[in-house]
């Protein structure tokens, strides 16, 4: 573990103040949604509801000067290893982003489409964008778990999954 | 009642065929998560949440038990197959382990840790029937001060002890409080951080928290950092041992145990520190020094054997006092929530039967792991060759089904998305995700205790300081959030004594500024102490 810091350093440069940065305007939206909140004193509530957001936007705020600071002076959070990471090559962008459009892809289609097409298309998607390049395979299996996890919730759980197009058919 | 005869009475709900059928469903697929990567029984709970619904909530429990303590198993069989622990609790197992494995001595280091698993989760349980009833009886008598002074030295104390560096686990602790705020305040109805939408009312559900953070950050940064070389397992036969493995295993399996069980139950518990501890002792006491660091059995069984003592201490804090420690307790607590269950020391009394069934299936689920997987090792090894693409597409597939069917609305899913985003920079840039998950689930839960504390003293700050516990444990508390500032004091004036505390040297090495780095925590830490005491 001891070698992934020096080589993954250099190519995250200062990014981690974008961590700073995000606490920072985390702990100044709590702020200030905490001030808007209007409350008459109340004998039963001391506390308010305002209490403890005020309490979380100081230590997400102090956190965030923390790190910046921790940043700057040379510190850096370790990134996380495991089984299937390889932490000697920077952030492989052109897996991410199709992964990320096929999850996008299912988020638009799920209500309109319906699951089986939509889980289909994020199945097989994000298998593409992982790099399996089996697309008949892949489709086969895609539809498979999305029909039997429609008609799994639709008859075990009775949890209706939206059919979509597919209203009728299934 | 007694001890022994809620037990049995546990043990008659429990081996009901359905319920043993669950038992066998949740120790199977436990195993699975717990051999595959990017997978682990707190995710896999959450993601069968929503699912599990429409069972019993005692089956349900069953099920939950035996993913726990599957997914623990499941684990160290990767690391020693690997030498890539999945968690950090089996780090250490993976050191000896792996030789072991290299050396061809795989089928008995995957004995050593089935049998240790065994004997220590069987022994832990015990001890759990045993004392979270004691515990129960203590802490009915506490009232809401001690118990918001115990859930904030839960939630500051895994921040602070566990991981490499606290300002982060702080950090991520800040972000996973700010998110518990998110819907309406449950005493005036006002709604908090909902920016106008009224989708966000109600609150973000822990279960779309949850599988963010863990199924979809995790899948993301795996897929930005896929291992493009294919993993090297180590093929195995069916796990056994000789006489001479057994006669080296045994101590370590029980000092394993009485390592593991107290730090689990602590509140600050977690695996890490007693596997450590164990794997020091074992090599200590080891009449086969020479063999540490290339294989000595003695390595696997004591770790093993923590790690699972562990696990089952980490449910007397969650059963008694309704105090999750790990993430898959965590889980286990939003669970309990959404049946409908009041978690903390009134849920023995009103929920017996299912707490007692739940008991007694962890002793079936320890017995089963036993029974099926000293045969089934082959087949786990096997499933590590599983596609990654097939693996990593489920992950997200059944992520997105499981966050989309609790409230069937589109728009859990772009929270997925977000969160997922969230958990994928907070691994990359080494924030801690357990702090996040036990900010948004404790969260609310410390500021009910707050609020009836000093609705009880009518606003006067000393209302939580006035029952002795609590007293008690603000002390504790300070101990702990001051202790590696005097550690490194005491290290600069005697820097001979350095090795004296290896695993606070991880976070000491990292740089030379972490010193004057940590200084500032310490005064940050005194800000939050004077805020929770305000």
């Known amino acids: ?97 199709p992964l990320v459009a096929a999850f996008v892809a299912n988020i638009l289609l799920i209500d309109w489409a319906g699951w089986v097409i939509s889980g289909t298309v994020l199945f097989w998607g994000s298998a593409w964008a992982l790099g399996s390049r089996h697309y008949v395979r892949d489709g086969l299996i895609a539809l498979a778990v999305s029909v039997l996890t429609f008609y799994g919730f639709y008859l075990g759980l009775g949890i209706p999954l939206p059919a979509g197009l597919l209203e009728g058919i299934l | 009642m007694d001890v022994f005869s809620s037990l049995m009475d546990g043990f008659a709900t429990a081996l009901t065929p359905m319920n043993l059928l669950y038992a066998v469903i949740g120790v199977i697929l436990g195993s699975a998560v717990g051999v595959l990567p990017g997978l682990g029984p707190a995710m896999t709970i959450a993601l069968l949440l929503p699912v599990t619904y429409v069972l019993e909530p005692t089956s349900a429990f069953i099920m939950f038990a035996g993913i726990y303590y599957g997914g623990m198993y499941g684990g160290s069989t990767t690391s020693i197959l690997l030498n890539t622990p999945g968690e950090s609790s089996s780090v250490v197992t993976a050191i000896e382990g792996n030789k072991m494995a290299k050396a061809g001595r795989a089928a008995q280091a995957l004995a050593t840790a089935a049998i240790g698993s065994f004997v220590a989760g069987t022994i832990g349980t015990a001890l759990l029937a045993v004392f979270a009833p004691i515990v129960v009886e203590f802490a009915v008598s506490l009232g809401s001060p001690s118990y918001f002074a115990i859930m904030v030295l839960a939630l500051l104390a895994v921040t602070a002890v566990l991981g490499s560096s606290r300002l982060r686990g702080f950090a991520s602790l800040g972000l996973g409080l700010a998110i518990g705020l998110v819907g309406m305040d449950s005493v005036t109805g006002q709604r908090r951080l909902t920016f106008g939408q009224p989708l966000l009312a109600d609150g973000l559900d822990i279960v779309v928290v949850a599988v963010a953070i863990f199924a979809v950050g995790e899948a993301l940064w795996v897929a930005a950092h896929m291992r493009r070389t ?21 101590k370590p399996w029980l000092r394993g145990t009485a390592f593991g069980f107290p730090f689990g139950a602590l509140p600050a518990g977690g695996a890490e520190i007693p596997t450590f501890l164990s794997y020091v002792t074992e090599k200590r006491l080891s009449k086969h020094p020479e063999e540490f ?41 939003a669970a309990f929530v959404q049946f409908g269950i009041q978690p903390g020391p009134l849920l023995f009394a009103n929920e017996g039967p299912l707490v007692w069934a739940l008991i007694a299936s962890l002793f079936i689920g320890n017995f089963l792991l036993l029974l099926i997987n000293l045969p089934l090792a082959p087949m786990w090894a096997k499933i590590l060759q599983l596609p990654r693409p097939y693996l990593y597409a489920g992950i997200l597939f059944f992520a997105t089904l499981g966050a989309y069917s609790v409230n069937l609305q589109a728009f859990d899913l772009i929270l997925l998305l977000v969160l997922g985003a969230l958990g994928f920079m907070m691994r990359r840039f080494g924030l801690p995700v357990l702090p996040l998950i036990l900010g948004v689930i404790l969260g609310p839960r410390i500021e009910g205790q707050l609020r009836k504390s000093l609705q009880l003293s009518a606003g006067d700050p000393a209302g939580l300081l006035s029952e002795p516990i609590a007293v008690g444990i603000y002390v504790i508390l300070a101990i702990i959030l001051a202790f590696p500032l005097l550690l490194k004091l005491w290290r600069r004036n005697r820097p001979a004594a350095l090795q004296a505390g290896v695993p606070a040297t991880r976070s000491g090495e990292s740089e030379p500024t972490d010193a004057s780095g940590s200084t500032s925590h310490g005064s940050h830490r005194a800000t939050t102490g004077g805020d929770g005491d305000g």
């Open chain 1, 1 to 97: 573990m001891s070698s992934f810091p020096t080589s993954a350093s250099r190519l995250k440069g200062r990014s981690e103040l974008g961590v700073a940065l995000l606490l920072g305007v985390a702990g100044v939206v709590v702020l200030v949604d905490a001030i808007a909140l209007v409350t008459p004193y109340s004998q039963s509530d001391p506390v308010g509801p305002k209490t403890l957001p005020y309490i979380i936007a100081g230590l997400l705020l102090v956190c965030a000067v923390l790190l910046a600071v921790n940043v700057l002076r040379g510190g850096q959070g370790e990134a996380e290893g495991g089984e299937d990471v390889d932490l000697s090559h920077p952030a492989d962008w052109k897996t991410v982003l």
């Open chain 2, 293 to 333: 660091g290339k294989g000595a059995i003695e390595g696997v069984a004591g770790p093993e054997a923590a790690n699972n003592a562990a696990a089952a201490g980490t449910m007397t804090p969650l059963l008694a006092l309704g105090l999750p420690t790990n993430a898959t307790a965590a889980v286990m607590l």
């Open chain 2, 230 to 250: 294919p993993l090297h397992v180590i093929p195995v036969g069916r796990p056994w041992m000789g006489k001479q493995d057994w006669k080296r295993s045994w």
